[in-house]
């Protein structure tokens, strides 16, 4: 397999030779089905390289090979004199070295998993995110957002639920609210309530402490959905080049959101078997999990066509969208795609009014539909709404009918 990213026989054959020669080549052709770029590929394998004559070097095989010894080599790397290893990309030296190092462990992990750095949660969370999943079924997406609270309140607690007490849950609040706004503030507290109850049921806290977590004051409706106009939406979805397998992913990405209004989440998790193309329509399966069937238009399937047909690098994951560089796989959360929407964004000299670029194209193509005479019942239809309630706030970006039913202002003279 090393013949693939190297075209000299003398460097094979040093390869093949040299210190973990049989475990280089194992780890070119593990590069290799990750679909990884030649010149990357090669650099990785240099990275590995490094990492064994260094390791071999410390005695570093006579212990356990763990993220502890990928420390040990990025201290090394400030000094490193290692004789015909370079050392100036020290980010990139460590990815290679943690690549490798997941090879080595031989824990079923793919090279594409282990591409990026890893979080490790302590006992504690990792507990409680298998709890989550055995007795109430909650996604993966939903633990990820919960997680990232709660890493920040056992940071300060440590993994001793017994230290947890109402002033501690209250005062964390607080300052959680502080410097986040509603929506993060009540994933907060949500979290909070459910690593509480996981703790009762566990018997590792008492069950008084659950109510000690405070409500975030919000008043429904208070607030405006953040939108673009029609003319906006179009330069964005413009900005892509047709040309590119980038652009075409980009812009099949665009009009789904545009045209039907489906979350960055509902993105991430379509498949290719999720598009019926000759009944014409889209199988998505958002919030609680509830498949919900949607028209697919002439304009939004071609677009999806063409990024299948000429845009989609080779893959053996069954998600439709993937990332256009190795390893080719599903995008790792909704994160990913509004990015993908907010440089679209800067592409087209488009201001977004709010956070969350993805969501604010849902929210346009709503007022879009309010616009062009559609009721609220069918915008809660597209949206996939499951009460009529959740679906008013968008009766007060309707400025047309809201001039029909305005009453003058007391005492005021007309213009």
């Known amino acids: ?206 069950a008084e402490l659950g109510a000690a977590v405070p409500t975030v004051a919000h008043w429904r409706l208070s607030s405006l959905p953040r939108y673009l106009q029609s003319e906006e939406v179009e330069r964005v979805i413009a900005s892509c080049d047709p040309t590119s397998a980038v652009g075409k992913r980009d812009r099949a990405i665009l009009l789904l959101l545009a045209r039907l209004g489906l979350r960055a989440g509902d993105i991430v998790q379509l498949r290719l078997g999720d598009i019926d193309w000759k009944g014409a329509w889209l199988s998505v399966t958002g919030k609680s999990r509830r498949e919900t069937r949607l028209p697919l238009t002439q304009e939004v399937g071609q677009a999806v066509v063409d990024y299948l047909q000429d845009g989609r690098p080779r893959t053996d994951s069954d998600a439709l969208f993937v990332r256009a560089r190795a390893p080719f796989r599903a995008f790792a959360n909704h994160c990913a795609v509004s990015v993908i929407v907010e440089r679209a964004m800067l592409r087209s000299g488009v201001k977004c009014p709010s956070r969350g670029a993805a969501h604010v194209l849902r929210h346009s193509a709503a007022s879009s539909m309010l616009r062009h005479g559609a009721s609220l019942q069918d915008i809660a239809a597209v949206l996939r709404h499951r009460s009529i309630d959740t679906t008013q706030i968008y009766a007060k970006v309707d400025v047309t009918m809201l001039g029909q039913i305005a009453q003058p202002w007391p005492g005021a003279r007309p213009c």
């Not at 290679?96 to 979080?119: C, I, P």
């Not at 986040?180 to 996981?198: E, Q, V, Y």
């Open 1 to 206: 397999m090393l013949a693939i990213w190297f075209d000299s026989p003398l460097r094979i054959q040093a390869l093949r030779d040299g210190p973990s020669g049989p475990q280089i080549e194992g780890f070119a052709q593990e590069l290799y089905r990750a679909g990884y770029a030649r010149i990357t590929a090669r650099r990785h394998i240099r990275e590995a390289e490094h990492f064994v004559y260094w390791s071999n070097k410390e005695g570093v095989g006579e212990g356990p090979v763990d993220e502890q010894v990928i420390q040990r080599f990025g201290r090394h790397l400030s000094r490193c004199r290692c004789p015909g290893y370079g050392h100036t990309y020290r980010v990139d030296l460590l990815r290679g070295a943690r690549l490798f190092l997941g090879f080595l462990r031989g824990e079923g992990l793919s090279v594409a998993r282990l591409a990026e750095t890893q979080t490790h949660d302590c006992v504690l969370l990792a507990a409680f995110c298998q709890w989550m999943r055995q007795q109430r079924g909650t996604a993966d997406s939903t633990l990820y957002n919960y997680k990232r609270s709660l890493r920040d309140l056992l940071a300060r607690v440590g993994e001793d639920p017994g230290r947890l007490d109402a002033q501690c849950v209250r005062q964390f609040v607080l300052e959680t609210s502080q410097k986040c706004g509603w929506a993060a503030t009540k994933n907060c507290t949500t979290a909070l309530r459910m690593f509480l109850r996981f703790l009762i049921a566990e018997g590792r806290c008492p």
